[in-house]
Each structure stands twice: as C-alpha cells, then as structure tokens.
C-alpha cells in the first residue's frame, strides 16, 4: 500500500465550476499536509500548507484536513483556466516528504 | 529576489556519462532534497541533506551522489551506474522541520 494515494485524474471541468481534489494516506504520524500545482515541464509551486486537522482558506482555494478519516482535500472556487495544472498532494511527519501521483485537472473557459 | 535556481534547464547526456545538475537556494534554508519526477509516479525521493557536509540516502539513491560543502549548494551528480537516468529532476529546500518545501524550475536529463 502506498504511503498517499491521489487519483490521477484526468479531471476536466467547466470555467467558474468548484474543484474538489482529495489524497487519503495510511500513516498516521503525518502532521504536515500541503498542496502543490505543477504546471507541464515546471517545478511545483506550493499553494497551501496545513498542519493538523482543520479547514485554511487563501483566496479561492480552501485546504482542509480529516486526520480522523487521514483524508485531506483541496476545493478551488470559482475554477479558471488559469488553474489547469497537475496538482499534487504532499504530508510529512519529519524530514521527508510523500507525495501523492498528482491529479491532471483542466478548466475549460 | 529569493528562490531556488536550477541548471541547466535541459540537459543531455551520451551513456558511461557522469554529470552534474545544479542547485543552488538564497532563501537561507537549511535543509534540500533532490527528486526525480518520471510520468505516473509521482516525487521519488534521490537524496537530501539537512545541514551542511552531512546527507542521507532517499528511496532511489543508487547510481547517484551528491555533496553539501555549502549551505546554499547541492549539486546532483548522475553517475554511468544509474541505468535509466532520463527524466525531470527536481530539487527543493525547505527552512526547518515545520516548514514546507520549496522547488525549484527544475532539470531535464535525457540520454542519448
């Protein structure tokens, strides 16, 4: 079993629609919990950064985390093409990190 | 401007090569990593450091070797011995153990 599973996607949605990405993980020592977007041939740029369980919100995108259920989920309000990337999920509990595989979403104007 | 730089953007290599990717960070962190990044397997972990002169093996260090004689440097060598080196790499910092990582644009190793 991997540490993060995310769904790969392809995730294809309308311009303004609501996104909802989601990782479940099987370690519960995880403390650290963030999301990521990667545009294509581009390094990650970090987006939200979570820690424990609870809701963070920044702008149009809201993070939350469930460490009852170890299921964390990113919703992108208001969706614009802009936002068409491959968005991965990360969590840590020390010095190294697990990423999720990464979702490819795209938002089609 | 801070950030973490990588070099070169593109890189190609003939087979028996070594070479050497660059990374270098001015945000002050302490700690790096270097990922690689191949398609519908996510970030696999090569090697990181958290102070200068000292490193640990990742998940798939073989075949590569790295070294931290500065804070602000982590070059990633490739060796001959890592039998399928094409693919993305990535390197990251992060500031301390409660802080997340930051990436940089990446490298693209191809061999030839």
């Known amino acids: 079993q991997k540490e993060v599973e995310q769904d790969p996607g392809p995730l294809s949605v309308p311009e303004g629609a609501i996104v909802s990405l989601n990782c479940t993980y099987s370690?519960?020592?995880?403390?650290?919990f963030m999301w990521y977007r990667q545009y294509s041939r581009k390094g990650p740029e970090l987006l939200m950064y979570?820690?424990?369980?609870g809701n963070k919100e920044d702008g149009r995108f809201t993070a939350q985390v469930d460490k009852s259920s170890k299921y964390i989920s990113l919703f992108i309000r208001d969706s614009q093409p802009s936002d068409s990337a491959t968005y991965l999920c990360?969590?840590?509990?020390?010095?190294?990190?697990?990423f999720g595989t990464g979702t490819s979403l795209t938002v089609i104007p | 401007d801070g950030g973490i730089t990588q070099s070169p953007k593109y890189l190609f290599r003939k087979e028996g090569q070594n070479v050497t990717l660059s990374c270098e960070q001015n945000?002050?962190?302490?700690?790096m990593y270097w990922y690689r990044q191949d398609p519908g397997q996510g970030l696999r972990l090569i090697y990181y450091?958290?102070?200068?002169?000292?490193?640990q093996k990742g998940d798939i260090a073989e075949g590569y070797s790295v070294s931290r004689e500065k804070k602000e440097s982590f070059p990633l060598t490739v060796t001959s011995a890592q039998k399928n080196p094409t693919a993305f790499y990535l390197c990251?910092?992060?500031?301390?153990?409660?802080?997340?990582?930051?990436f940089g644009p990446g490298t693209r190793l191809t061999v030839l």
């Open positions: 990251a910092s992060r500031a301390g153990i409660i802080y997340a990582q930051y």
């Open positions: 370690n519960s020592a995880f403390q650290y």
């Open positions: 979570t820690y424990s369980s």
């Open positions: 990360a969590m840590s509990a020390g010095n190294q990190f697990y």
């Open positions: 945000l002050n962190h302490d700690a």
């Open positions: 450091s958290q102070i200068v002169n000292d490193f």
